[in-house]
């Protein structure tokens, strides 16, 4: 595998449902970043790990729960959701935080009923 | 803090045609500036990125990018699309220190034959 990958591509789950997004890179960066992309919006920035630590939460619910056990691996917990919740979840990494290219992964398609 | 506007929403061009898609920031300094393609279902991949140096940038696919600091834009051309250049297309910005990057809010590409 090259890049960054994330897993599920695609998720459905109620509201009442406890699911966990993973994302991989596979590049060697330090930073790790997780963005919410909904229709006719910007991406929005959620969460930013760099060495696994991390370096921003923007505002985001509590039901949203990032978890970065290393450089390599970045997971982001749902529990508890909400409809408006359903977007697609991007996942990216770069060499240095916030200063440096970041690349993307393919997303995960979060469908929340 | 930064902005980006990308002011067209959408664009139509002929396949064969030429192509300029609009981008323009708000900085007050030297901005980083990114281009990412997304085609449907998938994540961004960059397309090109102008840190410093020569101002005309070139990229992957054909792409290339002007950065011109008097009319603070960064617009994205390609001398002949091909109907594979059909996707959402982001521009963004960045800086150095501790500043995130900010996206448009894309320009989706159709291509017609």
């Known amino acids: 595998e090259t890049g960054v990958t994330q897993t599920p591509r695609h998720l459905v789950m109620g509201m009442t449902n406890k699911k966990s997004l993973k994302c991989e890179q596979h590049?060697?960066?330090?930073?790790m970043y997780w963005y919410k992309q909904s229709a006719k919006k910007p991406l929005e920035l959620m969460f930013v790990y760099s060495l696994e630590e991390r370096v921003e939460n923007n505002s985001v619910p509590s039901r949203f729960s990032p978890e970065c056990p290393n450089s390599s691996h970045l997971f982001l917990h749902l529990h508890t959701l909400q409809p408006e919740d359903s977007a697609l979840y991007l996942c990216a990494s770069s060499q240095v935080v916030y200063t440096d290219t970041q690349y993307f992964g393919p997303g995960t398609r979060l469908t929340v009923l | 803090a930064q902005s980006v506007t990308q002011p067209d929403i959408h664009i139509t061009v002929s396949e064969g045609a030429s192509l300029e898609l609009r981008c323009n920031y708000s900085?007050?300094?030297?901005?980083?500036l990114f281009w990412y393609v997304q085609s449907p279902g998938q994540g961004l991949q960059l397309l090109l990125k102008?840190?410093?140096?020569?101002?005309l940038v070139q990229g992957i696919k054909g792409f290339e990018a002007e950065f011109k600091r008097s009319q603070s834009s960064f617009n994205l051309r390609k001398p002949s699309v091909h109907w594979s250049d059909a996707a959402e297309y982001f521009c963004?910005?960045?800086?150095?220190?501790?500043?995130?990057?900010?996206f448009g809010t894309g320009t989706r590409l159709t291509i017609i034959p």
């Open positions: 590049l060697g960066h330090n930073a």
């Open positions: 900085y007050g300094a030297t901005p980083y």
């Open positions: 963004a910005v960045g800086a150095s220190g501790n500043e995130k990057l900010t």
């Open positions: 102008y840190f410093s140096g020569d101002t």
